[in-house]
C-alpha cells in the first residue's frame, strides 16, 4: 500500500505542474500545447546537471538537498529560455499555437534523444545521474506533494484576490478591454509563457525524481499530454485541476502496479485519459481569446 501511496505522491507532483504550466500560459489566452516538450527539456537539463555534478564533486551525499535545489533552478532557467522560442512564433509571428506547440514536442524530443545518445555523456541511450536515496524516499515524497499543495493554494489567491491575477485573467479573456486600460497585453502573455517554460521544467526534474529515479532515457513518458488533459477536465480552474490531479496520480499509481503479460492494463490510464477529456470537451469552457493572436487593431 505504502508503494502505491508513493507512486501516487509522485505522479501528483508531476501531474499538477505540468497542468498548472499550461494554465498559466492558457489564463493569458496562448494556447500550451508544448508541455511535454518543456518538460523533456527541464528533465534533461536536471539530470544533466546531476551528471556533471557527480563527476566533479566528492561530497555529493552530504549537499543532496543543495544540489537538488541547484538542479532544479537550473531546469527551470533552461525551460525558460526554451520557452522564448515559443514566445517567437506565437507572439511574434503569430503561428498557429497548436502548431507551435507541436513544433515544441518535437523539437525537445529530438534534442533530448540526440543528447542522451551522445558518447561519454549517455549510456546505452540512458543518461544515468546521481541521486542520494534519501530524495527518494516516502517521508520526501510527502514533503514534494505538501509543497506543490501549498503552491497551488497560494495560485489559487494569486487569480483571485490580486490585482496581477485579475489582469492576467482578463489577457485570456478580453485582452481588448485589458489593452484599452494601457496594459500591454503581449507583454503580459510573453512573461506567463517563461513562466509556464519554467513550471513545466520544474515537472519535468520531479518526473525524474520520483518516476525514472534520476535516469533519463529521453522521454517523460507521455506525462506532459496527461497534464494537457487534467487541464482540459478541470476547467483551467485551480481547485478542479487540484481534484482531478489526484484522481488521475491514483489511477496511474495502480496501472503502474499492475503487471502481466498484458500491456493493456499499464495503457489503462493513458485510455481512459482520452476517453474522459472527449467527454468533458463538449462542456469545456477555455479563456474566450485562448490561442486568439492579440491585435490591437480590433478595438
Known sequence: MEAIFSLALGFFV???????????????????????????????????????????????????????IFGACFSMVVASLFSLLQTLMVLKLETDQIISGTVINLLAQGIALFIVHIEGFGTGGTILGSLSPKLISFNYFIGYAVVILLATFALGLYFTFTKVGTRHIAAGENPQALDAAG??????????????????????TMFVITQSLQNFNGSV????????????????KVSLILMFSIVFSILFSIGQKITGLNALPRALPFIMSLVVMVIASKWSLPPQASGVPFDKTLR
Open 14 to 68: 508531476v501531474f499538477t505542474l505540468g497542468t498548472i504550466s499550461g494554465m498559466f500560459s492558457e489564463r493569458s489566452g496562448v494556447i500550451n500545447l508544448g508541455i511535454e516538450g518543456f518538460m523533456t527539456i527541464g528533465a534533461l537539463a536536471y539530470v544533466s546537471f546531476s551528471f556533471m555534478i557527480k563527476k566533479t564533486t566528492t561530497n555529493y551525499e552530504e549537499l543532496h538537498i543543495l544540489y537538488l
Open 183 to 204: 496594459i500591454k497585453v503581449n507583454k503580459y502573455r510573453f512573461i506567463c509563457i517563461t513562466i509556464s517554460g519554467a513550471i513545466a521544467g520544474l515537472a519535468g
Open 221 to 236: 513518458q507521455g506525462l506532459g499530454f496527461i497534464a494537457l488533459a487534467i487541464m482540459i477536465i478541470g476547467q483551467w
